[in-house]
């Protein structure tokens, strides 16, 4: 196992050459509490950007918690599209987050990420270049990607198949309702993570 970012970085660029096979859109067709869970640990591409996945949490259909709970309609209708797809959204009327649809109804939120590629074009974008500043947090990823209103339900997302560490769970964080479900993963130790799992 990679001992430390910098030990990543340096192997996401060693690999940069060979050829990567993402994950098929049909992976993320279930639920999304297991897509949320499996993500962990994989490789991000969003064109010349790349991060590792440290952070999710799962929304499903029948979630009280959930932007598609109630059933489809206008600002939710990436949801119901095809899985693979982002589903993006802005919280807040201020910050872009950027999801992964899965089964319909279903959507994983990313929340924190390890950048590994295009650090100096998210440092712009974000105005700082401390690496744990770039993408952890939602908010934070939306403006290191550079996202808005068009990349809902756009194809624009490619995970690869990464080597993971121990997964924590924890309940989701910034809602009201359903607090209870522990659908809120992350890779132990991490030090991307938005904010700690209790009792890590």
Same mark, same amino acid.
């Given at each position: 196992m990679l001992s430390d970012a910098g030990d990543r970085r340096r192997a996401f660029v060693q690999s940069a050459g060979r050829a990567l096979t993402p994950f098929p859109h049909a992976w993320f067709d279930r639920p999304a509490p297991d897509v949320a869970r499996d993500l962990i640990g994989s490789r991000l591409e969003v064109g010349p950007l790349a991060a590792r996945v440290v952070e999710t949490e799962a929304y499903t259909s029948d979630d009280p918690a959930s932007h598609s709970f109630g059933g489809p309609r206008p600002r939710n209708r990436a949801m119901f599209g095809p899985a693979g797809l982002a589903y993006v959204y802005r919280s807040y009327g201020i910050h872009w987050c950027l999801n992964v649809v899965c089964r319909s109804g279903d959507a994983v939120l990313l929340r924190a %990420?390890?950048?590994?590629? *295009? %650090?100096?074009?998210?440092?712009?974008?974000? *105005?700082?270049?401390?690496?744990?500043?770039?993408?952890? $947090?939602? *908010?934070?990823? $939306?403006?290191?990607? *550079?996202?808005?209103?068009?990349?809902?339900?756009?194809?624009? %997302?490619?995970?690869? &198949?990464? &080597?993971?560490?121990?997964?924590?769970?924890? &309940?989701?964080?910034?809602?009201?309702?359903?607090?209870?479900? &522990?659908?809120?993963? $992350?890779?132990?130790?991490?030090?991307?993570?938005?904010?700690?799992?209790?009792?890590?």
């Open positions: %990420l390890e950048p590994l590629a *295009g %650090l100096e074009v998210m440092a712009r974008r974000r *105005g700082t270049e401390a690496p744990r500043a770039l993408c952890s $947090g939602p *908010g934070k990823i $939306g403006q290191a990607f *550079g996202l808005d209103a068009a990349a809902d339900g756009a194809d624009i %997302l490619r995970f690869h &198949p990464a &080597p993971r560490g121990p997964v924590v769970t924890g &309940p989701r964080i910034g809602i009201t309702r359903a607090t209870d479900r &522990p659908w809120r993963f $992350g890779s132990e130790g991490s030090a991307f993570l938005s904010r700690r799992f209790p009792g890590t």
